[in-house]
């Protein structure tokens, strides 16, 4: 493990994360009496599926299904999501924001083994499930991880400069660590963001870093993560198309990184209520291969 001085990378940067995110909760409630003034309460609720082969042999499908809440005002806002999971088996894991294959491993040589201390050593091959059955059949459910937002815009954008944003997230362990739901630790995220527009169009940019808790029988790299974005806006801004890469630094020890492009429409049809569908595709072993979201928020 690389050294910054006296301290491990990881320690480092999970002090740093902490105490921002310390720093940036105290001024963000310093005038209590105006935290909650002038802005707006949103309802989100969203469907995705998600199917890929990961490291595996054959392929796991996984259904998610979130609620939770957003407040917008001004210069900041605060959300929570909190998803029920239907999954056939315990080879993958949403964690950090990120799905990643962490309940076995199977190769194709001689050489078998189980480096992650999971059950299953491989997934269904197809979207039916076994011996053609719906998709539904022989799901486990159950509830996941509590996920809590925050974002602060720091600087407004301006004709020559971006925006740039404080982003902060917080995973409570709320899901069954032994189904893989969640893997049982809390999660902390720091992050800033960079946009501008230009006409119609919306160029954006982000960097942050990962505190990911550790599932039983497996060592998580925090890592960095990198994404870059280009929006364009329909009919008066009404409707929009967004189209993002991300990336991280090593999560899995000795595998790729995840990395991921996604394509997303957003059609707001009334003032209080905006749909969003989304399409995504790995680029790498630890990223799903494919996975469709769709959403709905409902402005109170």
């Known amino acids: 493990m690389k050294k910054i001085g006296l301290f491990p990378m990881q320690l480092t940067g999970r002090v740093i994360v902490v105490m921002s995110m310390l720093f940036f909760v105290i001024m ?8 909650f003034a002038g802005g707006q309460w949103f309802i989100n609720t969203s469907a995705q599926v998600t199917k890929g082969n990961y490291i595996f042999d054959g392929s796991t499908t996984a259904y998610y299904f979130y609620g939770g809440l957003r407040y917008q ?8 999501s909190l998803p029920l999971i239907a999954q056939r088996d315990d ?22 083994t189980d480096r992650f201390g999971g059950g299953m050593m491989g997934g ?8 053609g059955m719906s998709p539904f059949s022989n799901l486990n459910y159950g509830l996941g991880d509590l996920y809590l937002y925050s974002e602060l815009l720091l600087l407004r954008e301006q004709v020559s400069l971006p925006s740039l944003s404080l982003n902060t997230q917080v995973k409570i362990p709320t899901a069954n660590r032994s189904k893989n739901y ?17 006409n119609s169009f919306l160029l954006f940019a982000d960097v942050g870093f990962l505190v990911i808790g550790d ?9 960095i993560t990198f994404g870059l974005g280009l929006g364009k806006f329909f009919n008066q801004g009404r409707s929009s198309l967004m189209l993002y890469y991300q990336s991280y630094s090593e999560i899995l020890p000795g595998y790729q990184p995840p990395s991921q492009i996604s394509l997303g429409y957003y059609f707001r049809m009334f003032r209080s209520l905006t749909i969003s569908t989304v399409a995504l595709a790995g680029m790498s072993d630890t990223s799903p291969n494919v996975s469709f979201l769709s959403g709905l928020q409902v402005g109170l």
């Open 124 to 131: 269904q091959s197809d979207w039916e499930g076994q011996d």
């Open 28 to 35: 963000l409630f310093s005038s209590v009496g105006k935290v």
């Open 215 to 223: 599932p039983v029988g497996v060592t998580l790299n925090d890592p």
């Open 182 to 198: 969640g893997t049982g630790a809390y999660d902390y995220g720091l992050g800033l963001t960079v946009r501008k527009s230009m």
């Open 91 to 112: 080879l993958v894991t949403y964690t950090g924001g990120i799905f990643l294959p962490t309940g076995g491993m199977h190769h194709t040589d001689n050489n078998m």
């Open 73 to 80: 005002a001004d210069r900041w806002s605060v959300s929570s």
